[in-house]
């Protein structure tokens, strides 16, 4: 499935780390070795630094891979099963603002959801994506 560029927000303060995720997944002749952390970086509304993000709080991911392709994550957050929150996220080269996902849309206007953070990268020769980490999180109120 091709994936859309969304807009990220500029980096704020680092507060929290939380959650990891590995996978193995064939990336040719090799395994690919990979992980994702999920990083709080500020919380919004909240009056104390917890590990665990809430509605509005913006995170980031710290990824890893052996992979020697172009790393990307892209994020989805579900409500009652529907779909509220996709922002996809560029992981190789220069920082980028896409690297920061602002848990909020005009979808989403409030209250928890379950998230996954998939670690992708597409094969330039078929066209399709190659997933080589998820990481499930659940997103507070």
Known sequence: ?????????????????AGTAFAGNSAGPKKA???????????????AATTAPHWGDTVTFVVSTTATTQPAVVADCFQNGALVYRHYGFFYGDWSPSRNFVLQSYGWTGGA???TATLYYMN??????????????????
């Open 1 to 17: 499935m091709l994936r859309r560029i969304a807009l990220g927000m500029s980096l704020l303060t680092v507060l929290a780390l």
């Open 33 to 47: 070795s990979s992980s994702i952390n999920l990083m709080l970086m500020n919380q919004a509304g909240t009056t």
């Open 113 to 115: 959801a379950d998230c």
């Open 124 to 141: 330039p020769t078929k066209g399709t994506e190659v997933d080589l980490a998820t990481l499930p999180f659940h997103v507070d109120a």
